[in-house]
């Protein structure tokens, strides 16, 4: 039997053989961060118990503010709704994470669900990567502010996108990640897109592969 | 040829820049700046379409989207585009235009043989003719070809598109004075702005009018110093070739921007789109989008060589082409005096008739001295000349009324303007229920000053009656600074020195057709829609015919459709149908004005949306490993899904045979990763279940799993799936592929809305977990090589079970469930691992000849069994009693369940309702149409009373004969009982002309009492 071996949504595309390092030859630069943890954490935002008990877990302070994010130690927190969070954090310490978080949420209503197979991440930047985002998506992304997280489609399915850096990431679901590849590929043609080598770089500062 | 090129300084075309191209297959010089009209004009070209009905010659009137007659026909093969006003096309070195009209030739149009068919075809035509619809056929072939316009290409389309949604907190439609003084206004203040003009270049009439005087200056120099500094102010983007063509609610302004029809297909950069279209959500919204100039209606008014004043000053001064060298102006107004001094000093001899006795003196004293010649008081009765105009013969009017009280002089002439005033451009501020008002001074419906200002929608300039340069742009500094003061801003600076050198101006007639002395209908045609050959007469048939609301006039007539939506033709057919109703013009009002203001191309309307990006295809994780076994696929929602896995040579059913006899006497595997997967986790997660599906939930075990039943309101089967019990106080829920979006929406209404105090939450796992079912006897020895640490036994994993435990090296939940009645395992791991189980799995059953199979197998095997599919056995009409399911309701739960009250409905409790069942045909080879009618007779002709229908039928490799599914009325009761016939069992299936004898039976035609599934 071979060893186990991950398969991110993206694979298909074989985007690492094409990936270089990022120059002034392309108006966009995009490609996936495979392999992250996705936690998705519910909860009452207005419970304090719940609250300081899963920023204490996370060392991270739960962010309440709505359509914000915080990141801290690799991990990274996204506000989706009043009583909905998503958690980003390296491959690696999605088990430690996992079981930190049910512990210290044992008696406090919450829900506490692996969701890493279900997600990936595509980070897109560039000079004109906010011409490529106003085709996709009609969130006025001219607005998003660094610390943002916002939903929003892509097309004709839906994305949840912040600010990092100079650039923008997506999270998008498994099974609509081809079609929103394609749809991202489709529309950066006028400003031609390079798949952007991401091993050194500052985009994974997040964590890579486990 | 009697129109030339004059060198008019301030001319938009370069005349260093020659360019050649072709129309209708001949050679002719143009200039870049030129638009195809211009050119073609220059050219001498007089004739270049006929009309519609009566196959009249017609050419060129307007300059832009108003134009009715010149539509072409430009390029050829992929590229070909139909119908483009040659007053909209922008000439390119080696442009190849065609006329749409005329046939079978232009010089000679069938249509136009002695007034033949104008006899015979009067207002409301086709309403008379066609009322026998089986001659509708016959003729409507003839009457396209006659009626002309282009064609669309047949080949796919080479260009692409895009959409871009953009969000501003001020635009501005229309770049004109008005427009582009706003612009600077609220670019000055730091606001985002975008402006918008449907032209190759900012300035609107200005570029018409360049020697008008602005603060001191010519207006030439004050658009280009405009136009540079909003260029120079980074909040601020000018979007020319872009054409606003609707305003939605919320200030959604749409606006298709042509980035490469301009340039010569050689030349157009193929990473490029063609076409952009923008959707902009804007704050503030000002129309600043003019005015559009109405001719009169009089006789011959269509005859080539006749235009809008407005039209033959542009052709002057923009393009420098005088369309004629003897030139007759006839007005009602002043805004033809500037056009008529420009071209008598240009050296056209030029005669004005005013239909007016007093007129402007200032304006008199300015064109007598260019030397026009003015004659006031006259009225062309009709215009002479037939594919080109050669004069016209004038009337004299009263000073008042519009009545004929004398004679005129016969004018020759090669060119004739005509100006009834001018008409706003109110589309875009109507598309979203502003009505426009009118204005009896101004003889126009306009847009009110102050627009809605509550929704954030401004008029400025022409468009709200401000026909007046400084007027319109003292207007607009007013109207801008109070939308600044509306966002908390104010306009920095002064905007300057906005005086003109226009006289005052004197009132213009109030006259629309002139008259000619002679009873309507037994003058010359005089026309008031061009596209569609409306003429004034054909008005007045419509309301003689008791047409009264101006929409039925509008629809009898014509009058206002077509390409150019009657932006020339409609107010003038307003105000006659008002005169022959005897009403005023306000109490008749307008039609309605919908998007698009001109047409737009179903390519930029798409964007992207188009090829492998038109809708989201959904993949499983082991969309490779089907793909790489030669799948052929099927889409289920979304979700493209294996269908089956054809082998060499294999069609169709006999894979399915082969796929399906694997997994009843072998093993099988199927990708069941599609599956909606809900986790449930909360202290009252039982109690939610209990209330969200039909059957209980409190007495399941952890490691247990259990199929429930979801309804709606009604009681009605909406959803089902299995949901395993992870702990006391978590679930695992699967739902059907289409539903899970449905599933999951539902459970969060009810537990938001109705049971917030229930501590449960929710969360789709759907892409988490891939799912693989090894179905089939053999598939225990099949899980059994790659998962060491759980007990596949068959007492320690019963049926309806699941556990945690390894498989292929990967953490799994195993689930002991089963859709096809076999020994079945359904192995979920994280998604990225989806692939190497799925391999594993295939490794590991290759000596047991394992065998991949898709929905179409599963559809069989479920069939067999008798497991409904929602949606296909069920209707959304379907009780989960009418589905035999009665052990699937719990009804002594003590909170109520979702639809258990309608159970007790008199229609729902009540006998005669349609019921699931099988059917077994008397001939085991024939497989009946879903959707087959179950009738009681076989003699019948249809139409005959159903008792119901098939829902499922498929032909059973297993049982070696085919098997259905079909609701029936009161079916259960008439299920045969071990072939035993009552004679109610025996009934027909009716589809494709064919009765065919079925019995009714139980629905579960394999295993009927479950062994396999527990072994």
């Known amino acids: ?210 | 040829m009697s129109s030339y090129r004059v060198r008019r300084p301030g001319a938009r075309v370069d005349f260093d820049k020659p360019l050649t191209f072709s129309f209708d297959g001949q050679a002719y010089d143009g200039f870049a700046g030129d638009t195809l009209a211009s050119a073609l004009l220059a050219n001498g070209t007089r004739m270049l379409a006929r009309s519609f009905k009566y196959g009249r010659p017609r050419g060129i009137i307007g300059t832009g989207p108003e134009e009715p007659n010149a539509l072409m026909q430009i390029e050829t093969g992929a590229h070909t585009i139909p119908n483009l006003k040659a007053t909209q096309v922008e000439l390119y070195d080696g442009l190849v235009a065609r006329r749409t009209t005329g046939w079978p030739t232009l010089e000679f149009d069938l249509k136009s043989l002695g007034g033949l068919f104008s006899r015979f075809m009067p207002a409301g035509f086709y309403y008379k003719t066609f009322q026998n619809q089986k001659l509708w056929p016959k003729f409507e072939h003839i009457i396209r070809q006659a009626a002309g316009y282009g064609s669309a290409p047949s080949e796919p389309d080479p260009e692409t598109y895009d959409h871009s949604h953009r969000h501003a907190q001020v635009v501005i439609v229309g770049g004109g004075a008005s427009g582009l003084l706003a612009a600077l206004l609220a670019g000055r203040a730091g606001l985002k702005v975008v402006l918008l003009d449907e032209q190759n270049e900012c300035g609107g009439w200005l570029l018409s009018s360049p020697h008008s005087v602005i603060g001191g200056e010519q207006a030439s120099a004050w658009l280009k110093s405009a136009v540079g500094e909003l260029q120079s102010l980074p909040n601020v983007q000018v979007l020319t070739r872009t054409s606003a063509f609707a305003l939605h609610d919320m200030n959604l302004v749409l606006a298709v921007e042509q980035l490469q029809d301009h340039l010569p297909i050689a030349d157009r950069a193929a990473h490029q789109p063609r076409q952009r279209l923008h959707r902009i959500r804007a704050e503030r919204v000002v129309l600043a989008t003019g005015a559009i100039e109405r001719p009169l209606v009089f006789g011959n008014n269509d005859v080539p060589g006749i235009m809008t004043a407005s039209a033959l000053t542009t052709y002057l001064n923009r393009y420098g082409v005088a369309v004629g060298k003897r030139i007759l102006l006839q007005t009602s107004n002043d805004h033809v005096y500037q056009g008529a001094a420009d071209l008598a000093r240009a050296g056209c001899e030029v005669v004005l008739a005013d239909t007016r006795t007093r007129i402007n003196p200032a304006w008199e004293k300015r064109v007598r001295a260019a030397g026009v010649d003015v004659r006031t008081g006259f009225g062309i009765a009709y215009a002479r000349g037939r594919r080109a105009v050669t004069g016209a013969q004038l009337v004299k009017l009263d000073a008042q009324r519009n009545v004929v009280v004398g004679s005129g002089p016969s004018i020759d002439c090669d060119a004739l303007g005509s100006s009834g005033g001018l008409s706003p451009t109110v589309h875009l501020y109507c598309h979203d229920g502003g009505r426009p008002h009118w204005d009896e001074e101004r003889l126009a419906f306009v847009v009110p000053e102050a627009g809605r200002a509550k929704s954030g929608i401004y008029g400025v300039g022409a468009v709200t009656g401000e026909f007046g340069l400084q007027n319109a742009l003292e207007q607009t500094e007013r109207i801008t600074r109070e939308l600044l003061s509306s966002l908390g801003k104010s306009a920095p600076t002064s905007s300057g020195n906005l005086k003109t050198d226009e006289p005052d101006a004197t009132p213009a007639r109030r006259i629309f057709r002139v008259p000619d002395g002679r009873a309507e209908g037994h003058g010359k045609k005089a026309f008031v829609d061009f596209q569609n050959d409306v003429s004034a007469a054909d008005i007045h048939l419509a309301v003689r015919e008791n047409y009264r609301s101006i929409e039925h006039i509008k629809r009898y007539t014509a009058l206002g459709f077509g390409t150019d939506q009657g932006k020339l033709s409609n107010v003038n057919g307003f105000a006659i149908a008002a005169d022959v109703l005897g009403k005023s013009i306000p109490e008749v009002g307008t039609t309605t004005y919908r998007p698009a203001y001109s047409p737009v191309t179903f390519g930029t309307l798409a964007g992207a949306h188009a090829g492998d990006t038109f809708e989201p295809r959904r993949y499983s994780p082991m969309q490779a490993a089907h793909v790489a076994r030669g799948a052929e696929f099927e889409p289920v929602g979304q979700w493209l899904r294996p269908w089956y896995f054809p082998q060499t040579g294999e069609d169709l059913h006999a894979a399915v045979r082969r796929e399906c006899l694997a997994a009843r006497r072998g093993v099988g595997i199927m990708d069941a990763s599609t599956l909606g997967k809900i986790d449930l986790r909360g202290k009252d997660v039982r109690e939610f279940l209990n209330r969200v599906y039909a059957n209980a939930w409190t007495q399941l075990a952890p490691g247990k799993c259990r199929y429930g039943l979801m309804l709606d309101e009604n009681g009605m089967v909406m959803d089902d799936g299995v949901t395993a019990c992870v702990a006391d106080n978590h679930f695992l829920m699967t739902t059907t592929t289409g539903g899970a979006a449905r599933v999951m929406t539902w459970l969060e209404k009810w537990h938001q809305t109705e049971w917030p105090d229930l501590d449960v939450y929710m969360t789709s796992v759907t892409d988490h977990w891939a799912t693989a079912a090894v179905v089939g006897p053999k598939s225990r020895q099949v899980l059994a090589k790659i998962c060491s640490d759980i007990d596949l036994s068959p007492s320690a994993f019963k049926f309806m079970d699941w556990r945690e435990g390894t498989v292929a090296g990967v953490p799994a939940r195993v689930f002991r469930i089963s859709f096809s009645g076999e020994l079945a395992f359904e192995v979920n791991v994280d998604a990225n691992y989806g692939h190497h189980v799925w391999e594993a799995l295939m490794d590991g059953g290759r000596e047991f000849d394992i065998t991949p199979y898709g929905t179409e197998t599963m559809h069989v095997l479920r069939a067999e069994k008798g497991f409904i599919i929602v949606g296909q056995d069920t209707d959304g009409s379907m009780t989960p009693l009418d589905l035999d399911m009665a052990w699937a309701v719990g009804m002594k739960k003590p909170f109520s369940f979702i639809g258990k009250r309608s159970f007790a409905r008199s229609d729902t409790a009540g006998p005669n309702r349609k019921q699931l069942v099988g059917l077994l045909t008397d001939d085991p080879q024939i497989v009946l149409a879903e959707g087959a009618q179950v009738i009681e007779r076989a003699d019948v002709t249809p139409p005959a009373a159903m008792l119901g229908h098939v829902t499922s039928s498929y032909y059973s490799p297993e049982l070696g004969r085919s098997i259905a599914l079909a609701v029936v009325r009161d079916g259960i009761a008439r299920r045969s009982e071990d072939g035993h016939k009552s004679g109610r069992d025996l009934l027909y299936a009716y589809a494709g002309g064919k009765a065919h004898k079925v019995t009714v039976v139980s629905p579960v035609f394999v295993d009927p009492k479950g062994d396999r599934q527990n072994v």
């Open chain 1, 1 to 210: 039997m071979s060893e186990p071996t991950m398969r991110s949504p993206l694979h298909s595309f074989g985007l690492e053989e094409q990936a270089k390092p990022i120059d002034g030859s392309c108006g966009v630069w995009a490609n996936e961060i495979p392999h992250l943890g996705y936690i998705s954490l519910r909860g009452n935002g207005t419970d304090p118990a719940f609250v300081t008990a899963a920023s204490t877990s996370l060392g991270v302070s739960l962010p309440l503010r709505p359509c914000t994010f915080a990141s801290s130690n690799g991990i990274t927190i996204l506000w989706l709704s009043p009583d909905e969070w998503m958690i980003v954090c390296p491959r690696a310490q999605l088990s430690a994470l996992l079981g930190s978080l049910r512990h210290a949420l044992t008696d406090v209503r919450s829900q506490v669900v692996d969701n890493s197979g279900g997600y990936t991440q595509v980070i897109i930047e560039g000079p004109n990567a906010l011409d490529v985002l106003q085709h996709v998506s009609v969130y006025d992304f001219a607005g998003l502010e660094p610390g943002r997280v916002v939903g929003t489609t892509f097309g004709k399915s839906s994305v949840y996108a912040f600010r990092q850096g100079e650039g923008y990431r997506v999270v998008i679901r498994r099974s609509f990640a081809d079609y929103i590849w394609r749809y991202l590929v489709r529309a950066a043609v006028p400003y031609g897109l390079g798949i952007a080598d991401l091993a050194g770089s500052r985009v994974t500062e997040e964590g890579v592969p486990a």
